[in-house]
């Protein structure tokens, strides 16, 4: 079981990026998806989830990227896509994806993330 995300980078204020976060070993549409970023010295903050009750999603963003960040599923790739738009500096993070295989189609607000990538960059500046 393995989780990747890709798609950070570098790219100035206003501009978006859309990160990918890659499931292997198991189906990504059966279990919840957490988005979190950590800034240096700042405590890991989740950004936005993705959960199914088997027939609908259900999806939660923080205020923070509330308007700005959407996520979606990426059909036939076993992924989740977090597309991020209106980027400012304080956007700037290490972003990872994370998921809870305890229990299939739970909602955001029971899931234990205790199965992470690796994390991907994402720097806004000028």
């Known amino acids: 079981v393995q989780l990747v995300e890709s798609g950070g980078g570098s790219v100035q204020p206003g501009g978006s990026l859309r990160l990918s976060c890659l499931g292997s070993?198991?189906?990504?549409?059966?279990?919840?998806i957490g988005w979190f970023r950590q800034a240096p010295g700042k405590e890991r903050e989740m950004i936005g989830c993705?959960?199914?009750?088997?027939?609908?999603?259900?999806?939660f963003y923080a205020d923070s990227v509330k308007g700005r960040f959407t996520i979606s599923r990426a059909k036939n790739l076993n992924a989740i896509y977090l597309q991020m738009d209106s980027l400012t500096p304080e956007d700037t993070a290490l972003y990872y994806c994370?998921?809870?295989?305890?229990?299939?189609?739970?909602?955001?607000?029971?899931?234990?993330?205790?199965?992470w990538g690796q994390g991907t960059q994402v720097t806004v500046s000028s």
């Open positions: 994370a998921t809870d295989l305890s229990i299939a189609f739970q909602a955001c607000t029971s899931a234990d993330f205790s199965s």
């Open positions: 993705i959960s199914s009750n088997s027939r609908e999603d259900s999806i």
């Open positions: 070993g198991f189906f990504v549409d059966y279990y919840t």
